[in-house]
């Protein structure tokens, strides 16, 4: 190689140019890196590829340039127009003039597009959706009218782009010509520099100013550039489209040849190159798909139709924010994951069976498939169109189970029974050792270097090693089980699996003749009789079962779990595969993860670390998986077609933000009305407008720009006001919500993929206003009819109640007033009649009195006559007894006391009958003697005078002339009628 290249130096370059040193040192350098590659360095397997023909993607189907937003959307300039993809949908943003999209360029949120007599950009609005707005107008009328826009270049921040041998510059919202020559065919920015091709020569702006850089001789005229790329050395690589590469070193532009491509390139045409952010050269070609070159111009990996493009005719290249390659075709658009975690390796194409083995042995790798065994040397390194050099060992057609290296000698086990691979030089054949039934492994007998046991369909075959290699020798008696699993231990035993019996403990007498056949299950330690394996891993051998991994612990004849790797793997417990990889990590495969054990202390207690890799699962043959570590960097698994690999070593400079976006929502109430059409921010959203009430319901679609195939991406959502927890994790990309009560609401969206990332809460906050009989307004109009209502209720019964009890209380006044006038007179009459009662009581009393007086009166007239009648007979009786007895008659007729006893009674009914009067009478004349006393109250019973006189023992004058002096006593005048007098005291 190093004399192909300094061939190409002579070739190419003449004696004595100083210029040109930098220009040798540069290449002597690429070949120092060239002749430090490994062949184990070089890339096994070619990228996985996902088709979108334009049946999906619904354009046109030439696709000119492609572009990445910053959110992780792809761009592509299309013959319709703006091309977007999102990781999930399509759609296509027609030009103003509906012309073709060719060149398209991304500045901030702008999207800038090149069309037929068209320059603008796309810009989202205020609801994500892509308005196109026109910048002809800023184009001077005299060069406003011109054809298609190729090249959008940024320098600068400013946008260069020509069209009809015009150059043209954005800058500042002003377009304006900054160069005019024809043939001008090419443009683009590379190492900070604007280059421009033209009849004149190749251009490079600088000082602000574009100036020739000077095509040397030996470089044609009528050469056509289709790109610049900056390497990393400072050099730019530029590309044409019949003519092969240059390279521009010091201002000095020589053409540059990698031995045994130069002709194909310059035969296929490279119409565009990108790199990737390895520093890999990347070229598509318009007839033979996209070569892919290491940074010291190596080939890596050739895409084309044979390896799953769907076009070889590359119009535009682009390597996204992840390293891998979007791929713009003539007809179709394609995705190639080149930085991928994994790789595809198909040996036996176009058939693509099902992978189920692999092994490396003397130089070769061998690929055993559903369709046979394929060879292919180590150290081989990629070729054009994929023309890997895989071999079909000659006999092998048809299913192969297994392969395995037994004493040296390479041994497959086949549909058809067991094998014994051989090689001569890069010749390679098979020798048939058994004619039983199909064979699935093999393993040497214990304590027997040259005996063999082979697991077949229907038990045990024993092998012996003879001159010409393995010999068949017989079938084992005593097991007639399927016996896919078989590992033999260090005490000789062999251990055999049945994934639905149990596990086996074989052990064969000393002459090979007989065999102990021991069955373990459930009762012996084991999480069930189901699901059972059996592996050596790190010189030891472990079973897994549905409940994790166990060790034989032979003292108790038992199984019991290996609590060092157990408590690594509580997350999966059940286990379907364990390998060991040549460092003595373990690799598992579980039923929904699959993942390393790292070693990382081998004393007497093993520690490991672990580390998942869940997107392997989804990839591997179920119920056969197979993993084989054939280095640190490169681990291969068998897939449904063909096998992958991928570097278990993470990439340091792998992007690990994950991003959810919404790709739409729409208010589904009546009918779809589109509310936000992509939102490219990322950031949280408020609704411009509330919306009414019937606007209820709501369907949200969202999506992760995540676009390789191997990468599961879910999502989690909650709308806060609705929703009281987050949803589980699903891949569903939209969710809908109906008949939702007025109220503010935030939907919260979440992402995650399956290394466990999780991406940024993003959220969306809208208000559904109430009805306008709920509306705020109404409410305080509800409140304030309620609280009329309530007044009303209150007030007005109150106010009847005040008006009724007004009237009541009128009424009953007037009520009382004619029950009082009522009790009044009835009083009235009541005290008229007792006034007329007490009238006749006194009447009567009065009469008693009367009658009293009257008597009294008699009985004092009667005393006096008996005094008189006495005192004359006094005067005649001269007897002194019987007028002794006469005396004492007169004395006792004359006692006062009795006189004065009946007195006190008169006074006493006197004045019940006439209201105390004699008491009344004393207290206002204290001066009256009792004679007077007595004398008022016989004037108060209106007595006359002749009634008088005998009540008080006097003559009638006598009564006169008391009468006369009781006036004097109460000074009376004379007018004044002392009887009424009496009546009124």
């Not at 699901?531 to 612990?553: A, C, I, P, W």
């Not at 007030?795 to 009520?815: C, D, G, H, M, Y």
Request: proline share 4%; net charge negative; hydrophobic share 35%.
């Amino acid at each position: 190689m190093e004399q192909a290249f300094m061939q190409e130096i002579d070739r190419n370059t003449g004696t004595n140019q100083p210029k040109q040193i930098y220009y040798y040192l540069l290449i002597l350098g690429f070949l120092f890196v060239s002749t430090r590659v490994r062949s184990s360095d070089i890339q096994l397997g070619d990228p996985f590829i996902r088709n979108y023909p334009t049946a999906v993607y619904q354009a046109g189907i030439q696709n000119w340039e492609i572009a990445q937003h910053p959110n992780g959307y792809i761009f592509l300039a299309n013959n319709n127009g703006l091309l977007q993809y999102d990781g999930n949908d399509w759609q296509c943003f027609p030009l103003e003039k509906k012309t073709i999209a060719r060149s398209l360029l991304i500045r901030g949120d702008s999207i800038f597009v090149g069309g037929q007599n068209e320059f603008g950009y796309f810009k989202a609005d205020q609801t994500g959706f892509l308005q196109y707005h026109s910048l002809l107008d800023l184009i001077p009328d005299a060069n406003r009218n011109f054809e298609d826009v190729w090249d959008l270049s940024l320098l600068d921040e400013s946008i260069y782009f020509y069209a009809s041998n015009k150059l043209y510059k954005f800058q500042d919202q002003r377009i304006s010509v900054v160069y005019e020559h024809p043939g001008i065919r090419f443009l683009a920015e590379a190492g900070g520099k604007l280059f421009l091709q033209s009849d004149e020569d190749l251009m490079v702006q600088q000082e602000g100013s574009l100036k020739p850089l000077g095509i040397p001789e030996g470089v044609k005229k009528d050469i056509v550039f289709t790109s610049a790329l900056s390497l990393a050395n400072g050099s730019i690589l530029f590309t044409t489209l019949k003519d092969g590469l240059y390279l521009l070193v010091e201002g000095q532009l020589t053409p540059w040849s990698i031995p045994g491509f130069d002709a194909f390139i310059r035969e296929n045409r490279i119409y565009c190159a990108t790199k990737d952010r390895k520093g890999r050269i990347i070229l598509g070609t318009s007839a033979a798909g996209v070569l892919v070159l290491s940074e010291d111009f190596r080939l890596e990996t050739h895409i084309n139709r044979n390896n799953g493009l769907q076009k070889n005719n590359v119009l535009s290249l682009l390597t996204d924010n992840k390293g891998n390659l979007w791929i713009g075709l003539d007809n179709g658009i394609d995705y190639a994951e080149i930085n991928g975690d994994f790789t595809q390796i198909i040996p036996d194409q176009p058939l693509e069976g099902t992978a189920y083995t692999f092994i490396e042995y003397n130089d070769y790798f061998y690929f055993g498939t559903s369709s046979g065994l394929y060879a292919l040397e180590a150290s081989a390194s990629p070729q054009l169109y994929n023309r890997t050099s895989f071999t079909l060992v000659p006999g092998t057609q048809g299913q192969v189970w297994g392969l395995a290296i037994v004493q040296d000698r390479l041994l497959m086990g086949h549909h058809e029974g067991a094998f014994e691979i051989k090689r001569s030089g890069s010749k390679h054949s098979s020798r048939r050792l058994s004619k039983g039934p199909g064979t699935w492994n093999f393993t040497l007998l214990p304590g027997d270097p040259n005996g063999m046991v082979a697991g077949t369909y229907e038990g045990l075959e024993l092998y012996q090693l003879g001159e010409e290699g393995w010999e068949w020798q017989s079938k084992v008696d005593g097991l007639s089980e399927s016996s896919r699993f078989l590992v033999p231990d260090e005490v000789g035993n062999i251990w055999m699996a049945h994934p639905y019996r149990g596990i086996y403990k074989l052990r064969f007498s000393p002459d090979h003749k007989q065999l102990d056949v021991q069955l373990y299950g459930q009762k012996d330690g084991l999480a069930s009789d189901h699901l059972n394996h059996v592996f050596s891993v790190n010189d030891e051998v472990l079973f897994t079962s549905e409940q994790g991994v166990y060790r034989y612990d032979a003292s108790s004849n038992s199984f019991k779990q290996y609590q060092e790797v157990q408590e690594l793997l509580l997350d999966e417990p059940n286990l379907l595969r364990i390998f060991e990889d040549p460092v003595g990590n373990i690799w598992f495969v579980g039923s929904s993860t699959s993942g390393r054990l790292s070693l990382t202390d081998r004393g007497v207690v093993k520690r490991f670390d672990k580390e998942l890799y869940p997107s392997i699962n989804s990839q591997l043959v179920r119920g056969f998986e197979f993993i084989y570590p054939l280095d640190n960097e490169r681990i291969i698994a068998g897939a449904e077609k063909g096998f992958i690999t991928f570097d278990p070593t993470p990439d340091a400079n792998a992007p690990t933000e994950l991003r959810v976006l919404f790709q739409s929502i729409y208010n589904i109430a009546e009918g779809d009305t589109l509310i936000l059409a992509g939102h490219y921010s990322g950031e949280d959203i408020t609704a411009d407008d509330i919306f009414r009430h019937f606007e209820n319901a709501f369907r949200f679609s969202f999506t992760a720009p995540i676009y390789s195939q191997h990468d599961k991406i879910w999502f989690q959502c909650k709308l806060d006001g609705s929703d009281e927890s987050w949803s589980s994790w699903n891949t569903k990309r939209t969710k809908e919500y109906t008949n939702l009560s007025p109220g503010d609401y935030t939907f919260k969206l979440r992402a995650k993929n399956q290394m466990g990332i999780e991406s940024a809460v993003i959220n969306y906050h809208f208000m559904i206003a109430p009805p306008w009989y709920a509306s705020n307004l109404a409410k305080v109009f509800y409140v304030l009819l309620v609280i009329g209502l309530i007044l009303g209720l209150i007030l007005i019964p109150r106010s009847r109640f005040k008006k009724e009890t007004a009237n009541l209380v009128s009424a009953q006044r007037k009520k009382e007033e004619e029950h009082q006038k009522k009790v009044a007179e009835s009083e009235k009459a009541i005290i008229a009649l007792q006034n007329k009662n007490l009238e006749e009581e006194i009447r009567h009393k009065n009469q008693e009195l009367a009658s009293t007086t009257m008597h009294l009166v008699q009985r004092s007239e009667m005393i006096n006559k008996l005094r008189s009648q006495l005192e004359k007979l006094q005067k005649e009786v001269m007897d002194a007894p019987a007028k002794k007895q006469v005396d004492s008659l007169l004395r006792l007729l004359t006692q006062d006391d009795e006189l004065a006893r009946e007195w006190d009674q008169f006074a006493h009914h006197f004045d019940q009958v006439h209201s105390d009067f004699l008491k009344r009478l004393k207290l206002q004349f204290p001066q009256l003697t009792s004679n007077d006393q007595k004398l008022c109250a016989y004037l108060r019973m209106n007595l006359a005078t002749k009634e008088i006189a005998p009540l008080m023992n006097i003559s009638i004058r006598g009564v006169e002339v008391g009468r006369y002096r009781l006036r004097k006593k109460l000074s009376l005048d004379t007018q004044v009628d002392l009887n009424e007098f009496m009546m009124n005291i």
